[in-house]
């Protein structure tokens, strides 16, 4: 059975700064992993796929990394604003379902 | 090109009562997920459906909640007799593929309130 962990839970960063969550997963064996957005209430926004042969996606600010060997993905935000203030999900593709990490809530205060 | 649509948006129903959450997927997609979010907790799998047919439904709990994905029409997930602990955010997602090659598409979600 997959498990996704996320680190930090939690996040409170000053505007301007690079971060970086982290993302862990049980078993190697995955199609993709996505990460995705979610603002409190709202539904959730694709930021990144990646999949199971590449190594990293980017797009603007955002980067993502996967090593799928040692079950693990980051997400690096560069130059974070108060806008990327939401809650970050990992999550694993086996194939016919998506698991999730818990997620990590961030806040950029300016 | 309309995304995943889900609705309605938010639901209210009294205890005994029945709930239905329809979702259209994105223009050709034929895959469709259903996903649960409880109060303070993660989203969990409930049910994968291809038109008129149920690939995995292993997530689903095993009485009063019911899922289809007729050959016309939006995917219905189906909660009866709803209880208090059924209230949630229920999410759909779509992909174009079996094994979403292209990742997964997911709706706004309908907010069930039981009171």
């Known amino acids: 059975k997959q498990e996704v962990t996320q680190i930090p839970a939690a996040l409170s960063v000053p505007e301007g700064e690079n971060l970086v969550l982290n993302c862990s997963f049980t078993?190697?064996?995955?199609?993709?992993l996505q990460w995705f957005r979610q603002d409190p209430g709202k539904g959730l926004t694709s930021l990144l796929l990646i999949q199971s042969s590449q190594r990293e996606q980017t797009s603007g600010r955002l980067n993502a990394s996967l090593d799928k060997s040692s079950g693990r993905s980051t997400l690096y935000i560069a130059a974070s604003q108060p806008g990327d203030s939401a809650t970050y999900l990992c999550?694993?593709?086996?194939?016919?379902?998506?698991?999730f990490g818990e997620g990590t809530q961030l806040t950029v205060n300016p | 090109n309309a995304g995943v649509m889900q609705n309605p948006r938010h639901l209210v129903r009294r205890r005994g009562q029945e709930a239905r959450l329809r979702c259209s997927p994105m223009?050709?997609?034929?895959?469709v997920y259903w996903y649960r979010q409880l109060p303070e907790e993660g989203l969990k799998f409930m049910v994968y459906?291809?038109?008129?047919?149920?690939?995995?439904e292993s997530g689903m709990p095993k009485e009063r909640f019911s899922a289809e994905f007729p050959k016309e029409g939006p995917s219905i997930l189906r909660i009866q007799q709803v209880v208090r602990g059924d209230s949630a955010a229920y999410f759909c997602?779509?992909?174009?593929?079996?094994?979403?090659?292209?990742?997964?598409?997911f709706g706004s979600g309908t907010r069930l309130t039981v009171v």
């Open positions: 078993d190697s064996a995955i199609y993709n």
């Open positions: 997602a779509s992909s174009q593929d079996r094994g979403a090659t292209y990742g997964y598409t």
């Open positions: 999550a694993v593709n086996g194939g016919s379902r998506l698991t």
């Open positions: 223009k050709g997609h034929s895959h």
């Open positions: 459906l291809q038109k008129e047919n149920i690939i995995d």
